[in-house]
């Protein structure tokens, strides 16, 4: 145990002083450094391997050239989205001729004019810390549930880098689901990561195979009648994004709860699929999303 904690601690203070130089760079030259790194790095280790995999087994008609420059292409996104970190405060969602190219965002000021609840949804997708921020910055009372690292120390680091960028943080865990609902009583909004392995979710199809997929979206939408917004974060060119907020997904209220968790589940992994084909390098083909 003991080893273990200095193990983590040595491993926080080289991410501290990461996370400090990355911060004396402007944002641009961060960005670029952190993808050259990544595509650099990336690649040469053992993960990748579960991204090739992954990618025969989702998109079969891809060749082998294709596949190496989709998992090149996902390291230099990833290694942005990390270099980027130190700059989230920087970056104005509505800022105009800024960096983020916003879309949609008109009808979803509305509906929270109205007094609608929102629940947000994304996936490990280009910079997808923007989704966040957007909702933070618009002014919306927002929760952001997230998968705190195994690292205490490197967790607190992230949690100071997101906070208060990216409103409430509330980690994956037992006491989740009651935060949730504390949140959704406060007519809060929230904004959820929803592309990970779920061990005790439901199977929703993905790609054409099941994945275990967490249901307590559907279940929360359907409870407080939220709207559900499909938010995709695209990378343009280095650090510049475009956010675009989708038309709500239809919420089922059905006879049986299960089916309609289903069927809302089903219309979640079937709007990130569309993102993932659409642009497969800025997605996060590491996860072990699919059973092997």
């Known amino acids: 145990m003991a080893e273990r904690r200095w193990g983590h601690a040595l491993e926080a203070m080289g991410a501290r002083l990461a996370f400090g130089f990355l911060r004396l760079l402007p944002l641009d030259r961060a960005s670029a450094l ?8 990336g690649p040469r280790i053992g993960a990748s391997k579960r991204a090739v995999i992954n990618l025969h087994r989702a998109m079969p008609e891809l060749g082998e050239r294709d596949v190496e420059r989709i998992v090149t292409g996902m390291w230099d996104n990833l290694g942005r989205v990390v270099a980027e970190f130190p700059h989230l405060g920087e970056i104005r969602v509505f800022e105009s001729g800024g960096r983020v190219e916003l879309i949609g965002a008109e009808a979803v000021l509305a509906a929270r004019a109205a007094g609608r609840r929102i629940i947000f949804f994304s996936a490990h997708f280009g910079n997808w810390e923007i989704a966040a921020q957007a909702a933070t910055q618009a002014g919306f009372p927002v929760v952001l549930v997230y998968r705190a690292a195994n690292n205490p120390f490197i967790d607190r680091l992230i949690v100071e880098a997101r906070t208060p960028a990216s409103g409430d943080l509330v980690p994956k ?12 009583r406060r007519g809060d909004s929230l904004c959820m990561l929803v592309d990970q392995k779920m061990n005790d979710g439901i199977p929703v199809p993905f790609f054409g195979r099941d994945a275990m997929t967490a249901p307590a979206l559907a279940r929360l939408a359907r409870r407080f009648d939220c709207l559900v917004v499909p938010a995709r974060v695209e990378r343009l060119e280095g650090a510049h994004f475009r956010l675009v907020l989708e038309a709500p997904l239809e919420v089922p209220h059905g006879a049986d709860p299960h089916a309609d968790d289903l069927a809302l589940m089903t219309a979640v992994n079937a ?12 997605w996060f083909w590491i996860h072990r999303r699919w059973p092997d």
């Open 173 to 184: 865990g037992p006491a989740t689901a009651r935060r949730l609902v504390a949140a959704m």
């Open 34 to 41: 952190g993808g050259a790194i990544g595509r650099a790095i």
């Open 271 to 282: 709007t990130i699929e569309r993102w993932v084909r659409a642009d497969p390098a800025r």
